[in-house]
């Protein structure tokens, strides 16, 4: 993997929000990069800008003022179908409340991403199965989401994530929800996943969660206020 | 090269096709999850939709059995009748001796073919109303005098056997022809065809039964009030000739104490007009010329084809009557689809938002709750088409009225179910496809 080409790279990134006559800036110039097989954590006071940040990250939104490269491409002009895609293909989400689409079974919930991609049904159910094996769901494809435990539900959530190989995964509290045992559990996965290359950005509360990742960034007020590499 | 590229094209339509497939198996799941809402949803469409069908088909029963009974009548005749005139009635009761002189005469028939242009065939009727016996069956019996062409210029058709000939008219036979209820209550177990009636003194032999009904209803109770049927239900015809010798032109009908009499040469006379254009002409000429003649009103003139024109202006009014009273219940019901898919958008915000982060286009949402609308008028529309087939065939077997479900009618119901699914859906898909991705994901 090339360790010296960034994946991610912000370059003095605003974020303001409207509301009536405040304006509210959350973030206040952010600057940094990250590399191929990262696993980062971010951390910070409530309402430092974590959640902006990530919305950002993920191609959720997009920034009043600055540039976003992600891989090659300037994510921060883009149009919403563009935006669309770029989620798709080349980002992941891991959600708090695992967000997953309760009409839909496992496989299908992983097979999300690549129905919006227009994969082929056979190729993406076949995929889809593999994610599902991967995080150790193999025997559950057919279940539907409320007849698995919180821990399950993450799995697939990572599965869904992994299944379009993107760049990035980012995670919102991802163990939030989780008791300790199943939080570690997922943690774990994500090391694994970690060593296997993928790249993660996690937000947490967490203190001993941060210190499994590679590289905690701290928030403060819209601000950077340290960049520590930990491994 | 040119093969290439078309097999590309058809992998690219078979993906397509594979993916309008999932997006509606992704629908019917949605719809299956809350399948009780979903079901109440499409009753509206199902009720529109069968309404529509239903109302309209008994609607063109309706009309399509008066426009039979007119038309029995013959679009290119004129219909002259006599009646008594009014202020007549009760002179009768005065004196024994006084005969009742009224009504068409054969003078009448010769001024308006010798007067009147494109007048192309005349048939003179004699109703007389007297006691048909068969030994000890006996019908109160309207016995028409009239001529051999009187079926064929009437779109009547005889049933079994024959009508009479020019030459048992000019012979002046003593056949008859029976109208199928007369034909029934005098005959009820044998063949009336070879067997023989009698009237006062006279026996006549029957030749021949009118069929009940041209195409009309299938039971006998709903042809009460036909014009074709009634008519010629309790009739029973004899030649013209032969009923002017054996009953003259006096009538005598039997009062309570005295005698009425009254002198009519002809009850009916039927004039067909060659050209259908002329025939409202026609019919003005013949009653100037009768007016002319006539110091009373003793007639009366019936143009079928004004009825007929009046009968599909009624008609037109009905199907717009209908057809607003459908459109509306349509309306109801679409806006109820839009109701319910207005309160899944809100529902299903997560949903979306889950969707949207996951590589979803606006589109994709757009197409997504579209589909599902559709799929709910759809199968609404299905439902109510069934539905809608199925309840003129109760209606015309209780009812015993003549139903006509149209080949346009469930098509066109259907769709504009369709239509409604659209129309009404794409409000609540456009909402659900432009809500901010990061507001949808927090909604909870
Ligand atoms: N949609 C929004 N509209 C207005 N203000 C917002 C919005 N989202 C976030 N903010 C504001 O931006 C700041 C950063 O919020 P957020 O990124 O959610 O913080 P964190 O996730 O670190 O708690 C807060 O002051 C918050 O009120
Ligand atoms: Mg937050």
Redesign the pocket.
């Known amino acids: 993997m090339d360790h010296s080409k960034p994946i991610v790279r912000l370059e003095d990134v605003h974020k303001r929000?409207q509301?009536g006559f405040v304006t509210?800036e959350?973030l206040r110039g952010l600057s940094f990069e990250i590399h191929p097989g990262e696993y980062i954590s971010i951390m910070?006071p409530?309402?430092?800008?974590?959640?902006?940040l990530l919305n950002l990250l993920g191609c959720l939104d997009r920034p009043s003022t600055g540039r976003y490269l992600l891989g090659e491409e300037d994510v921060s002009k883009m149009e919403d179908d563009d935006l669309s895609a770029i989620r798709g293909k080349r980002l992941g989400f891991v959600f708090q409340s695992y967000n997953l689409i309760q009409q839909l079974t496992v496989v299908e919930n992983i097979e999300v991403p690549l129905y919006y991609q227009h994969w082929p049904e056979e190729q993406s159910r076949a995929v889809a199965t593999e994610m599902a094996k991967r995080v150790g769901l193999g025997s559950r494809l057919d279940h539907k989401p409320f007849e698995l435990s919180g821990g399950q539900q993450q799995r697939v959530a990572i599965a869904r994530a992994l299944a379009s190989d993107p760049l990035v995964i980012l995670a919102d509290e991802a163990t939030g929800n989780l008791d300790s045992s199943s939080g570690r559990e997922i943690l774990d996965l994500f090391d694994e996943l970690n060593g296997q290359g993928k790249t993660f950005i996690m937000v947490t509360h967490d203190e001993d969660t941060a210190r499994r990742a590679s590289r905690a960034i701290r928030l403060r007020d819209g601000l950077l206020e340290s960049d520590t590499r930990l491994r | 090269m040119r093969g290439e590229s078309k097999s590309f094209e058809t992998v690219r339509h078979d993906l397509k096709w594979s993916r309008l497939k999932r997006t509606v198996r992704l629908g019917l799941k949605s719809l299956w999850m809350h399948r009780l809402r979903s079901m109440l949803t499409a009753l509206g469409i199902v009720f529109g939709v069968c309404s529509v069908i239903a109302m309209l088909a008994i609607g063109e029963g309706a009309s399509h059995e008066a426009q039979e009974q007119i038309k029995s009548l013959g679009s290119q005749n004129i219909i002259l009748t006599s009646v008594k005139p009014p202020d007549e009635q009760k002179v009768s009761n005065t004196g024994q001796s006084y005969v009742l002189d009224y009504g068409l005469k054969y003078s009448d028939i010769k001024a308006i073919q010798s007067t009147i242009p494109g007048v192309s065939v005349i048939v003179p009727g004699r109703i007389i109303r007297e006691f048909v016996w068969n030994i000890t069956q006996r019908v109160d019996c309207k016995i028409m005098g009239t001529v051999p062409w009187y079926p064929s210029m009437r779109n009547q058709r005889i049933a079994r056997g024959r009508f009479f000939t020019e030459q048992e008219m000019t012979e002046k036979s003593n056949v008859c022809v029976l109208g199928a209820e007369t034909a029934e209550k005098l005959f009820p177990l044998e063949s009336p065809l070879g067997g023989s009636v009698r009237v006062g003194e006279a026996y006549y032999r029957v030749i021949g039964v009118m069929e009940a009904h041209a195409n009309g209803p299938k039971t006998p109770e709903a042809s009460v009030g036909g014009g074709n049927t009634s008519e010629t239900l309790n009739r029973m015809f004899i030649p013209l000739a032969t009923a002017k010798t054996r009953y003259g032109e006096v009538l005598r009908k039997r009062r309570t104490g005295s005698f009425e009499q009254e002198r009519v040469a002809l009850h009916e006379v039927t004039v067909k007009v060659a050209e259908l254009g002329e025939v409202v002409n026609v019919s003005y000429a013949i009653e100037a010329l009768l007016k002319r003649n006539h110091k009373k009103k003793d007639y009366e003139i019936t143009v079928p084809l004004e009825q007929l024109k009046r009968a599909e202006r009624t008609k037109q009014i009905f199907n717009i009557v209908l057809g607003s009273i459908a459109a509306i219940s349509l309306l109801v019901g679409g806006i109820g689809i839009m109701n319910i898919m207005l309160a899944s958008v809100t529902e299903r915000t997560r949903e979306i938002g889950i969707r949207r982060a996951l590589g979803a286009k606006r589109r994709d949402i757009v197409t997504q709750f579209l589909v599902e609308t559709v799929m709910l008028s759809g199968a609404g529309g299905i439902i109510g088409v069934a539905l809608g087939m199925a309840i003129p065939f109760v209606v015309t077997y209780f009812a015993k009225m003549v139903t006509i479900v149209t080949f346009w009618s469930p098509v066109v119901a259907f769709s504009i179910s369709g239509l409604v699914g659209v129309v009404f859906g794409i409000y609540p898909a456009m909402r659900a496809a432009n809500m901010d991705p990061v507001e949808a994901l927090r909604h909870e």
Request: with cysteine; net charge positive.
């Open positions: 929000y509301m509210v959350a910070g409530s309402g430092c800008g974590k959640s902006t």
